[in-house]
């Protein structure tokens, strides 16, 4: 059976983004000129350039046409810095950030308290119902909805903690633990890709079909689990890379 001719008119255009023949920003010929350019329909444009919006590739403004995705991808590196200051008192996040020369950004952060649901006691293996604290930051890159980060504390480990106050800690969160007995010397991280639910729709403003990537991330002391951080990034333009220190570790052989 022969490629049907929306995708061929998808995998032309997608070939020209890729290769940078059209560029971030640029405006794709307009519905008329492309039925010209590949002699089809106007239902087959329409296909086509669905696919192409659905990947994330394309954009379409209202009464201006359809553009190129001027969203850039970014790379953040999972590692055990997450939770950590620099010395400057910069947080992993703001560090990755700026070190891939882009601007961070933060709204919305607050702090909360919470019956546990059934996945977030599982998590931190405490009663469902038992309270916890929840702390939830809204994260920006180039000042486009990048991340939804919410990290839950069973509630002895984050009482009489700077983790109780609603503001940003200028320490971190893993320092301030440690501080009051709770040393964090592993994590776990389970990686997702899901489409994102209705409430998560209004942060990420991205158009239907374009998932995100969820990652939950258990840290624990030598005794328990004592945080998870679940952290919800835009599918579109986020790369997530492992860093992984074998310093102190046995010589692996080749």
Known sequence: ?????????????????????????QRLPSQSELEQLFGVSTNTVR??????????????????GTYVNTRLTFTMVMSNREGLRTASGKDAFTSVVEEQGRQPGQEGFTMEFREA?????????IPEGSVVVVRLSRRLVD??????QDSFYPLDVAEGTGLMLP??????????????????????DVVLTRMPTPQEVPFFGRRAGVPVIEVIRTAYSTERPIRLTVAI??????????????????HLSQ
Not at 47 to 64: F, H, K, P, T, W
Not at 117 to 125: N, R
Not at 143 to 148: D, I, K, N, Q
Not at 167 to 188: P, S
């Open 47 to 64: 296909l086509a350039i669905a696919v192409l919006a659905n990947e994330g590739l394309v954009e379409s403004r209202q009464g201006l």
């Open 233 to 250: 990034y835009a599918g579109d333009m986020t790369h997530l890379a492992y860093e992984i220190n074998y310093a102190g570790s046995a």
């Open 143 to 148: 000042g486009e909805s990048w991340s939804l």
């Open 117 to 125: 649901s059934p996945k977030v006691a599982s998590y931190l293996q």
């Open 167 to 188: 503001v940003d800690l200028e320490r971190g969160t893993i320092r301030e633990l440690a501080d009051h007995g709770h040393v964090q010397v592993r994590h776990r």
């Open 1 to 25: 059976m022969s490629e049907p001719l929306y995708r061929k008119v998808a995998d032309d255009l997608r070939k020209k983004i890729t290769a940078g023949s059209l560029q971030p920003g």
